[in-house]
């Protein structure tokens, strides 16, 4: 089949403005002042992130950003070109190389606070903007979508004194006329991370030029195109491109995060739209790529390619980074207290670069507000009200009858395809006004001989004569999904007519919808699950068109029959007979620190679902709750025992199957305690010792010499001991035999007698980058730990990672306290320094002294905590042990009240318990002031820890 690029013409453009124009999701959505920078990312941002340089992973990855050949304030412009081209490639390695410039530069004068990289950032994004008059080629959006253009503009205008109102004007003229036209948006977009690219490009100008309309518009787009967006993506977490291969896979999630982020920074929150699909989304890319832990998948596919019925490309199959998985933590842990426990694992397996640092956030503190979730037109159940006709000499007659909630349709041929304007079908139809959404589940297509024979939904201008308007989604024989249109005015690829890859097997439910002028079908597995098929405009097509279920033989003279269950359409009767809905296909669980997150699939006609849980593969299961939506959070578990969990789909006629099994094995949280100490190895090659403590697998130890054995130790300070209980190996990023195989961790108190916690032998790594982890039974508090390596030529090692759950958990230092729910930093009334203030969850505010604390172990990881303004304590009130005992400054006097413990929850989240009263510190909504509490693990009670701004 062969597949094009469509660059939209004007008349497409406009066909797409009218279809969004009838649309309201998403309209008003814009801010009423946009705020700059705020494309990926704001001006908090940038203060958070310069207050982390100083500590690693951070300062490693600025260290590169800083020594890249694009970050030099004598950087050589290779541009400009009046025109640029993507497929065929015209000046395209130089405008990619000089806007990466503009980036880098105009990140450095932030961080730098040197006026210079900013001067030459502008001058080459000026020099373009005043040249380059178009960006051509079958491919442009893609470059445009994922360049960091729009972003570095924004940071240069928000933030540089020696911007000027003409240069913004300057470039978004560039936006609009050499950008803009290459984007598409909103019309038809391409399927999956193609699609994000056009809206990702998109969303950047939208917000850079303060277009509203735009701005509206790409959301809009994002919440309602069934071929990319949030309607590509499965409550299970799968993508449009997760079963084409993993590179695509990666360049969706990453994308997906990116949208998210800067219609965040513009106060929009669509992280949170359908259940935290994004979420979902992040978890289950991020599962696929961590050994031997694929989750099940439901076919899914898109317009350019069909339906996949597998996941496809090997786990790390393509280079990969880690910007995705930095922007999703802060996203969701981070910001509103979730787990995100695939993603920070995966985290931990992926190279901080010169882009993804930017992006990875210790707190945030702001805020935003969903939009509605997308709303399409609902269908009912259709049992009648169908008129029938053999168009253009269909032969042998046909017929069409419901029975049952079944309808039967047989049709004949008589040389013209569905695909034609005079196709020779049965077309069982009826009139439909406005916008409306069909669903039918194709059960059976009889062959006349044909594996062409094909059954479906149609829409047509006409009822019976010759159509000028024209789509349809429909299955054959050898259950292929086909379509193809008539008369469309915008569309994404310039010819497409049905699936390259087919469904696994009928029965398979199809569905047409109408939104304005577009026209999109749709193909799903379960009724639920829906793959976009196809998506045009139909500037001409009449407010009351014609819509109904047809059948084609294919073969002249020959019959099919076709028939159909579950039909529906939008003002349909609602008079079959509720059956029970299918089981869900796919359930995933993650598991979390005392908990476990499970997420499944949709089916058609469900209203709640049953969650069922055993201790065993296979069962029996008991069920644990019962809920309406596709997620739920097991906090009823044990750390340390599988868990294995299916679903049950219900509703008033019935309960389904249990769906296919997923297990989860929640554990305790951990923190790496390997910070601040010290690294020193038995040989040092071209990678420091230290190399493998910076919380970076981008940067390696490698011994000097080819002979084993060799040690890479940690000191974790004089005066400080640490009980390790966990440890991680991670390999390095070249060859894979210079992994160590063989190696004892053994302890010390004084770096002469060493203890030997664990022995591993016969060891390997499948990935770079990858992390082993093994635990321990060690109860006792060391100074010194090291990897004693026995097996192994040449060695190196990209991190060692040391884990404990207790003591000296974060190191001595300024903090602030933020709640990752609320996003309220810990205050203290009125700002006062006095005896007695209460301490109070207020908003943050950018260096505040009263929301700046100091922390300092006073031993065994029992922390003092002062603020920063009165250099008084936290302390609960009166010595309390009860419960609601308020929190207030006090002078320090060393007592149990006044000292705290760090114990993490998951995600980098923490409780902060009391030493005196085992209660931990919480912040309920509307108490106005702090307490302590007992611990239920609520959002209350988590807070997360960074560096202030």
């Avoid at 991020?286 to 998948?297: F, G, K």
């Amino acid at each position: 089949m062969k597949i094009s690029l469509n660059k939209p013409s004007a008349r497409a453009r406009l066909a797409a403005t009218l279809f969004l124009t009838s649309l309201s999701l998403g309209a008003g959505a814009a801010p009423a002042t946009f705020a700059h920078p705020g494309v990926l990312l704001s001006r908090a941002d940038l203060d958070g992130l310069k207050a982390e340089l100083a500590s690693e992973p951070w300062k490693s990855a600025y260290e590169r950003l800083k020594n890249d050949a694009r970050s030099q304030k004598t950087y050589v412009m290779q541009g400009p070109w009046a025109s640029v081209s993507r497929n065929p490639d015209l000046h395209r390695s130089e405008w990619l190389n000089d806007m990466q410039a503009v980036y880098n530069l105009a990140r450095m004068w932030y961080l730098t606070g040197d006026g210079g990289y900013a001067q030459r950032a502008h001058d080459i994004l000026l020099a373009w903007a005043t040249t380059q008059t178009s960006f051509g080629g079958a491919e442009a959006a893609f470059d445009i979508g994922d360049s960091r253009c729009a972003t570095a503009a924004d940071i240069l205008r928000g933030t540089w004194p020696g911007w000027t109102a003409s240069d913004t004007s300057a470039v978004q003229h560039y936006f609009n006329t050499a950008f803009w036209p290459a984007l598409a948006v909103p019309g038809p977009l391409f399927t999956g991370s193609q699609g994000m690219e056009q809206l990702t490009g998109a969303l950047g100008i939208a917000i850079f030029n303060d277009d509203a309309t735009r701005f509206d518009q790409v959301l809009s787009a994002f919440l309602t195109d069934a071929n990319t967006g949030l309607r590509g993506m499965l409550p299970n977490g799968e993508v449009v491109d997760t079963g084409r291969d993993q590179g695509h896979t990666a360049l969706y999630v990453r994308l997906a995060a990116e949208m998210g982020q800067a219609f965040w920074n513009q106060g929009v929150d669509v992280f949170s739209l359908l259940d935290h699909r994004i979420l979902a989304v992040g978890e289950y890319y991020a599962r696929y790529h961590l050994p031997d832990n694929a989750p099940s998948y439901v076919p899914f596919g898109g317009m350019s390619w069909g339906i996949f019925n597998a996941i496809a490309g090997a786990p790390r199959s393509t280079t990969q980074g880690r910007t995705a998985l930095n922007l999703l933590h802060t996203a969701y842990a981070v910001r509103k207290g979730l787990d995100t426990p695939w993603i920070d694992l995966y985290g931990n397996d992926q190279a901080e670069d010169t882009d993804s640092f930017m992006f990875r956030r210790s707190g945030d503190s702001s805020a935003a507000t969903p939009p509605p979730p997308p709303s399409l037109p609902p269908a009912a159940t259709l049992t009648t009200g169908l008129t029938a006709a053999d168009l253009y000499g269909a032969g042998p007659a046909g017929a069409s009858a419901y029975a049952n909630g079944v309808w039967t349709v047989s049709g004949g041929y008589n040389g013209q395809t569905p695909a034609s304007s005079t196709p020779s079908i049965r077309f069982a139809y009826r009139p439909v006004s406005g916008d409306f959404t069909m669903i039918a589940r194709v059960a059976s297509v009889s062959s006349a001989g044909s594996n062409d024979a094909q059954g479906g939904i149609m829409i047509r201008d006409v009822a019976t004569g010759q159509s000028h308007s024209q789509t349809y989604i429909a299955m054959t024989t050898d259950h292929r999904a086909g379509w193809n249109e008539r008369g469309a005015t915008g569309m994404a690829y310039s010819w497409m007519a049905g699936a390259v890859n087919p469904a696994p097997q009928l029965p398979y439910w199809i569905k047409l919808e109408r939104i304005g002028n577009r026209v999109q079908t749709s193909t799903s597995p379960d009724g639920a699950s829906w793959a976009g098929a196809n998506s045009n405009d139909f500037a001409n097509l009449p407010a009351t068109a014609y819509v109904g279920l047809f059948a084609s033989s294919a073969v002249n003279g020959q019959s099919s029959t076709v028939t159909f269950t579950d039909v529906a359409i939008t003002g349909g009767d609602g008079g079959a007979p509720l059956t029970a809905p299918p089981a869900p296909l796919s359930v995933v669980a993650a598991p979390a620190d005392g908990r476990v997150i499970v997420r499944w699939t949709e089916t058609h006609g469900a209203t709640s679902y049953h969650v069922l849980r055993s201790t065993a593969s296979g069962g029996p299961y008991s069920e644990v709750a019962a809920v309406d939506g596709t997620s739920w959070t097991d906090t009823a578990v044990s750390n340390g025992t599988r868990y294995y969990y299916v679903v049950s789909a219900a509703n008033l006629a019935g309960t389904s199957d249990r769906s296919p099994e997923d297990s989860a094995l929640p554990a305790p949280s951990w923190v790496n305690i390997a910070f601040g100490g010290t690294a020193t190895a038995s040989s040092v090659g071209d990678g420091a010792a230290s190399y493998a403590f910076d919380s970076d697998p981008g940067s390696r130890w490698h011994a000097s010499t080819t002979a084993v054995p060799q040690w890479l130790q940690y000191d974790v300070g004089a005066g400080l001991t640490q009980t390790v209980q966990r440890y991680g190996v991670t390999s390095s990023v070249d060859s894979p035999g210079r992994d160590p195989s063989a190696w004892q961790l053994q302890a010390s108190q004084d770096a002469v007698n060493w203890v030997t916690l664990d022995t591993q032998a016969s060891q390997a790594f499948a990935f770079k980058y990858q992390t082993r982890y093994y635990n321990i039974a060690n109860s006792t508090a060391y100074r010194y730990y090291r990897l004693y390596i026995t097996g192994g030529a040449n060695v190196q090692v990209a991190e060692l990672g040391l884990y404990a759950n207790s003591g000296h958990l974060v190191a001595n230092g300024s903090y602030r306290l933020l709640n990752p729910g609320s996003g309220q930093a810990v205050g203290v009334a009125g700002d006062s320094t006095a005896n007695g203030a209460l301490l109070q969850p207020q908003p943050y505010a950018s260096g505040a002294p009263a929301q700046q604390w100091t922390l300092s172990d006073q031993g065994s990881g029992r922390y003092q905590v002062l603020g920063a303004a009165s250099g008084k304590a936290m302390d609960v009130t009166a010595k309390s042990t009860a419960d609601g005992a308020r929190i207030e400054l006090w002078s320090w006097n060393g007592g149990n009240n006044q000292l705290w413990q760090l114990v993490p929850t998951g995600s980098g989240h923490f409780k902060l318990v009391s030493v005196n009263s085992g209660k931990v510190l919480d912040g309920p909504a509307g108490a106005g002031a702090l307490i302590q509490s007992t611990y239920n693990g609520g959002a209350s009670q988590q807070w997360t820890l960074s560096t202030a701004p």
